[in-house]
């Protein structure tokens, strides 16, 4: 049974910095691509970043780059997402996944993604 849990969310004032990390259970993590998205209240899911199966290559939303940074541990079957320069507009719940169809490409549609955490919750206060 695939898991993914997120750790890390919590309350920030603007310009301020956190790090999600999702640990994976359940799968052969070293060979997929990995993810976040996020969803804000009222707002439809968006992608924020994903990561290649050896962390070689990685994508971001046009809204968090050069502000947040998606690695991985494959030895520690976790992903992370370091989020710096944090903004009010950041605030969402946010969700690792994971994409069992490929390992080379990232996919900004939701569609593509076949296993989602619980989400943790970012509030960035201004």
């Known amino acids: 049974q695939v898991q993914l849990v997120e750790s890390g969310g919590g309350l920030v004032q603007a310009g301020g910095s956190l790090r999600l990390a999702c640990a994976a259970s359940?799968?052969?993590?070293?060979?997929?691509?990995m993810g976040w998205f996020r969803q804000a209240p009222g707002k439809e899911r968006e992608f924020v970043a994903g990561?290649?199966?050896?962390?070689?290559?990685?994508y971001y939303a046009d809204s968090v780059k050069g502000r947040f940074s998606i690695s991985r541990d494959n030895a520690k079957n976790t992903v992370y997402l370091q989020m710096n320069s944090l903004k009010p507009e950041d605030t969402a719940v946010y969700y690792c996944?994971?994409?069992?169809?490929?390992?080379?490409?990232?996919?900004?549609?939701?569609?593509?993604?076949?296993?989602w955490g619980q989400g943790t919750q970012v509030t960035v206060s201004s």
């Open positions: 990561i290649t199966w050896s962390g070689s290559n990685t």
């Open positions: 359940g799968l052969t993590f070293m060979r997929y691509v």
């Open positions: 996944v994971v994409d069992r169809n490929d390992g080379m490409t990232i996919a900004t549609s939701a569609r593509w993604y076949d296993y």
